[in-house]
């Protein structure tokens, strides 16, 4: 156990080590934060540090991070939350009427007037109740229940949670998750850790990324000779793939899951992210009610939304919502017991989450300025939508599809034979070989395709809408020449 | 799967039912909000829908939360909070300037300046800089490595991602993890949840809850016969025994902890709360390395704090941080992994960790009126602990230790035999069948000894003594008539 090392030290072997750590964690994979994005933390420092680059600053495309390339937050959001963490500015005539009632209301459902309280477990009642007010308005009246919201932080959170309650069973009795290929690696993330087994569906990339009912029924067919398929996970507006499901898409779902007998899992955290023309966000919950009782009082839904995206972009508050519909009474009970465990969500996230359902109504002092501000934030996103794919179509070895919603792009990319040789004998998938090349070659940071998963022998990358116009033309041409260079070198 | 029920409905049987859903979730339990606070909400609701009840208000000193019980925030906190959120403040010259620069500080560390970003997932690297320097002077000079350090939302997160690496194997060889008895459930939980085994060590009641290593050996060595043991946990100061341990007992442990091959996990929440004469606060990290070289280098700890305890009780921002000292390096890139796939903790909690580590310096405009808030909130805890102890104790058949520090009383208490016989005929804990009949009466919320594990045959309940100073004096009259009364119901 312990021995006496050369200098006389005594040495001991280590209690946690790769080899006696918990083998789920190790499957975990989660390639928006992976080696590309530490090596491009290592190139700021860099550069910080005077070292010689070929370009001048890292632009990082790779994760949805709205105000980190310079989006502006709401400006009544802020204001509310400025008041609600320091209550002595009630008394400050500059801020807006609205906001301060805002605030008031927010800090009469803390324990103490305070947001340093903890909330209820399940979040705060009276965001609950506004959350359930907007889902309401955003049907068209398809009556929600508060008590069917739970406040989260993020959606992430809401999403393991769900697939924490959903798995069970060994062996070929194993839970199955579907998740679509590609799908934002949280989802695969949670399900190694889980032990759960996935299920992938592919998206079929000559139609836009669309979702095929045969292709759901290939994976679910093939899957349950080895496992338990239990639920099916949807990202609707897509990511990392940007599509927009039709209503009759998402109507065929459904059935499919009434009929599958699966659990339906809905991350609807882009729900505000469309851009592309007859494209319209349909909530998988309004679907649902409209389909009729045979389907609305049976189909088990969770739905997730989140402070993080749309036109707001407050990731660094960690706000979210999950809708559960047709939970079975004992397991709501033992959700509600688990989230409990952790306490609640953070308040100043639950708060935010309040305002975004919440917002400024007309005749309120801050509903012009709020309107603006929402406005701009769209149509610039529309416009980066259209620019991206547009430039990137341009480039020979690159195809782009429409960027209908949600942040991302992800064109599909040719690497030449050489270059996909050269990152097998380096042990590297070409993708991650090509996207690495390009950040020590641009300073640009994006994500291989392979971190989503895709069809075998076809590569992408994942690259935000984000950066602010000037920036994402600069970025565009960037990867353009890269990828000429790169085709060139390899051929 | 799908049959016609008699109103001509499909009716189809759920997917995820309590029969089918993750088993080791079902095994979790969380007595701090568990059914006794379930009831004192809707006691809550009832009153306030003017339903007659014996008392006017329901008092929940269930669970420690201190904005709620009135503590009022740190002035300078809450105005850096305020600067950070919406940063037109900036302007404002009713802000003090170390508020402003503090306040600049941390947005310039955030992605386009703005809490809205994320952070890295490891948290702000300016805000780990700070963590490290504020344990370097708080352990005397020790070094620290703000690469060691991991913000965490609160440090209930902290602690679960700890023992998610510990855990594998299975039968035998499953991963066992001390714990103290009595102790905080949010550990019996995550064992539960993660399916490690609890491997329960008792607190010696007779002196002062305090933690003996011929128990610990007792322990262990028992649970060598069915289990790995690798994980030794301790709550320092005690939750919920208010105990405050010794520098001395700190130094066996370490020792048990090496010689035995334990990794150390360290729950030091409470350092700022010691109250008795005496008594003082010791980290681990501090005593690991004042015993030099051969435990310095080689045993593995993880120490916790948080923004939520102490004089600050920023329970609501989910603020934390952990210490890794002596991790294998390839174990640390896994755990920098696992927490990248959450993303980060929330930014407003890490700002406020921040600013927890790094308060007003002496010179500063914000000096003087920090040190007579903390003061006064320090003071008054001290009083209530000393309170609480006195009051309890002058009640026969309620036997209360000195509440040395944290913000608990875990008094034990005697229950009659006829209780006892009545609560096991209703398939409850006796000190459940107690602690429900005291808030029916009485409306005040405590959590039975039983939530938190206890020697058999022995009664406790938890309280805390956040309440403001007339509250509990009310508060304990209360408990001290209706044991009295109860006493003499059930003789």
């Known amino acids: 156990m312990s021995k006496m090392s050369e200098n006389g030290m005594v040495s001991r072997a280590k209690v946690l080590t790769i080899d006696t750590m918990n083998p789920t964690v190790k499957k975990v994979e989660y390639a928006v934060r992976g080696p590309i994005v530490q090596r491009a933390v290592e190139l700021e420092r860099e550069l910080s540090e005077g070292m010689k680059k070929p370009f001048a600053e890292v632009i990082k495309a ?8 310079g989006q502006q937050p709401i400006t009544f ?3 509310v939350l400025a008041l609600c963490s320091y209550p002595e500015l009630l008394n400050d005539s500059t801020f807006p009427e609205d906001a301060k009632s805002r605030a008031h209301r927010i800090l009469q459902s803390c324990g103490g007037n305070s947001m340093g309280s903890y909330s209820a477990s399940q979040g705060i009642d009276s965001v609950r109740q506004d959350v ?6 955003r049907d068209g009246g398809v009556p929600c229940d508060p008590d069917d919201i739970y406040l989260t932080t993020g959606a992430s959170d809401g999403i393991v949670t769900m697939l924490k309650l959903l798995v069970c069973g060994e062996g070929a009795a194993r839970t199955g998750v579907m998740i679509s290929i590609p799908q934002y690696p949280l989802y695969s993330a949670a399900l190694a850790e889980l032990g759960a087994v996935q299920i992938n569906y592919y998206l079929n990339e000559e139609t836009c990324w669309s979702l095929d009912i045969g292709e759901l029924q290939r994976a679910l067919d093939e899957a349950r000779q080895y ?10 507006p897509g990511n990392p793939t940007g599509q927009v499901q039709s209503r009759e898409c998402i109507e065929d779902v459904i059935r499919f899951a009434a009929k599958e007998r699966l659990f339906l899992m809905a991350d609807e955290v882009y729900q505000d992210n469309v851009y592309a023309e007859g494209c319209q966000f349909h909530s998988f919950k309004k679907v649902l009610f409209e389909m009729g009782p045979e389907y609305s009082n049976t189909v088990e839904l969770a739905s997730f939304h989140s402070t993080s995206k749309c036109y707001m ?16 009474d004992e397991v709501k009970a033992q959700l509600t017991k688990l989230v409990s465990v952790r306490l609640c969500p953070p308040v100043p996230g639950q708060a935010l989450m309040d305002l975004v359902v919440n917002p400024p109504q007309p005749g309120e002092p801050s509903y012009d300025n709020f309107i603006k501000e929402r406005t701009a934030t769209l149509s610039a996103l529309a416009q980066k939508a259209k620019l991206t794919e547009q430039v990137l179509n341009t480039v020979q070895g690159i195809s782009c599809n429409p960027v209908q919603g949600a942040m991302y792009s992800f064109p599909r990319i040719t690497i030449p034979e050489k270059a996909i040789k050269e990152a097998t004998d380096k042990g590297q998938q070409p993708d991650m070989f090509y996207c690495m090349k390009m950040l020590e070659e641009t300073g640009i940071c994006l994500v291989p395709g392979s971190g989503f998963g895709q069809k075998d022998g076809t590569y992408h990358f994942r690259m935000t809408i984000l950066p602010p116009n000037d920036k994402l033309q600069i970025l565009l041409n960037k990867v353009k020449e890269f990828h000429q260079r790169f085709t060139q070198q390899y051929s």
């Open 227 to 236: 496992c338990n398929p239990r639920a099916l996970c949807i990202i609707n």
């Open 77 to 79: 959001f802020r204001q």
């Open 313 to 328: 972009g407050e990731c660094g508050f960690r706000g979210g919502y999950m809708e559960i519909i047709n939970m079975d």
């Open 62 to 69: 790779n994760i949805g991070d709205a105000h980190a390339m």
């Open 132 to 137: 359930a007010r907007y889902i309401e308005r």
